[in-house]
Structures are given as C-alpha cells and as structure tokens.
C-alpha cells in the first residue's frame, strides 16, 4: 500500500431515497466515511445493503438525495453533470462485474479508446503489460477467457492514470482461481501506482486482501474494521 494520509473522499450523512412510484426505497441512510490515498479498502455486504449505491455516488454517476461528499476538498455534492462527467474522465477508472468491452475491437483498441480521451494515459500497450495480457494485445474478446477480458477491462480503467479505481464485484462472474489472479492485479495496481482502490464484494474472503474492510447493511456503515496484515490476493481461496 502507498498510503500519503490525504483524504480523498469524506463523506457525512450520505442518503439515497429512489421514487418507484408511490413507493421510496432507502438504498443509503446517514453514510459517514473518509477514504484515503492509496488505500486498497472493501466494501463487504449483502445484496441490498447500498454497496453499489454508495460506490456510483462515489464515482459520480449518481446524486446522493441527502448529505455531503467531497474528492479532495472539492464538495461534489452539488456539482454538475457537467462537472461530474470531467471528475469520472479526469480521476475515476471504473471496473465491473460484467465487463463492457467493445467485441469488434482488440484488446489493444478497447484500452484506446479511454486514452484517447485522457489528459495523461498510459499507452495501451503499457496499461495491459500491466495486468499481465502484453503477448495478447491484438486478440478480440470472443478469443480470451472470462478472466483474461475483466484484465482488460482493468487495463482499460487504469490506462487513463485515475488517482481512484472504483470495482463493483469484479470477480462475481469468475471461478475462484481466475477471480484471484484478476485481485493480484487489483492489488499490483493498488500497491504499485499507489491508486486508491474501492471494491464491491459480498464475498467476506475477498475482505482479508484489505487495508480497511467497510462493512455495510440496510444502507447503514455496520462495522471498519482495519487490517493488521493484509492477506496476498494469491492466498485468497474461496
């Protein structure tokens, strides 16, 4: 971990009510937190506890309906989609369960087409050396493994050089051997540019990988608790 102590996200009294019709539902309720440079923190829950509710606020894709959130001193609470759409292309890289890559292009041409928009990326070539994929930059989609495109689809999130990377059930479609070796390289990414790295999991054996474990429930933060060692994602068997 490359841990400077610099806030990155504080956050107090964060809601999220959702109209659905003539029903509201509470997805956050009163969320107080601060996450901090380089710090590799998991949000651990059930289904339904506001983990991905809490992670798209974060990464601006969502308003909270109550409260206060800021990026480094910058309150986001109030900002624009404007202003919210250069924070995400700026300062977020975003990684999913599902991965999103384009299947007409390469894995070389999907990482493209994020630096392409980027102030500082990495070259393609660099961002999937990175995540262990250099011998397969010229493959499409169809042509790697489940495992092999999620690497991609990192190496397409980072390639920008976000100071934040933000992972909502990043291995929930892999097996347990494929899920590990894409966290080593969440982990070599944390560990190695020092990013910031959120990850969405309900998998409580993920949680030992962290440096903070941020345990959530009903839309409520239920437990931090802080990591006397950190587990190698190698280790990690589920």
């Known amino acids: 971990m490359v841990e400077t102590g610099e806030v990155v996200f504080a956050v107090t009294g964060l809601s999220k009510v959702y109209d659905m019709g003539e029903i509201q539902v509470r997805a956050l309720s009163g969320v107080d937190l601060t996450l901090s440079a380089g710090e590799l923190i998991v949000l ?6 506001g983990k991905s509710t809490l992670l798209n606020i974060l990464g601006g894709l969502d308003h909270p309906s109550a409260g ?12 624009t989609d404007r202003e919210l759409t250069d924070f995400r292309r700026y300062h977020v890289g975003f990684v999913f369960q599902f991965y999103n890559l384009i299947p007409s292009l390469t894995a070389r ?16 070539e660099e961002a999937l050396a990175l995540v262990g994929l250099e011998e397969r930059l010229d493959h499409f989609p169809a042509q790697l493994s489940g495992g092999e495109q999620q690497r991609v689809a990192i190496a397409r999130a980072i390639a920008k050089n976000p100071a934040v990377l ?31 790295t959120v990850l969405i999991t309900h998998n409580v054996v993920i949680a030992a990988m962290a440096d ?5 429930a009903d839309g409520r933060v239920v ?9 190698a994602a190698r280790d990690l068997k589920w």
């Open 212 to 216: 903070r474990v941020i345990k959530l």
């Open 109 to 124: 041409e999907n990482v493209a087409a994020v630096t392409e928009i980027a102030k500082q990326p990495m070259t393609p």
């Open 166 to 196: 933000l992972c909502d059930e990043p291995t929930g479609s892999l097996d347990s051997k494929t899920g590990s070796v894409v966290l080593a390289v969440l982990e070599k990414i944390n560990q190695e540019l020092g990013t910031t």
């Open 223 to 231: 437990g931090i608790e802080r990591s006397i060692e950190r587990l």
């Open 68 to 79: 206060y959130f800021s990026y480094r001193g910058r309150d986001l609470t109030t900002a």
């Open 44 to 49: 651990l829950g059930p289904s339904g506890s």
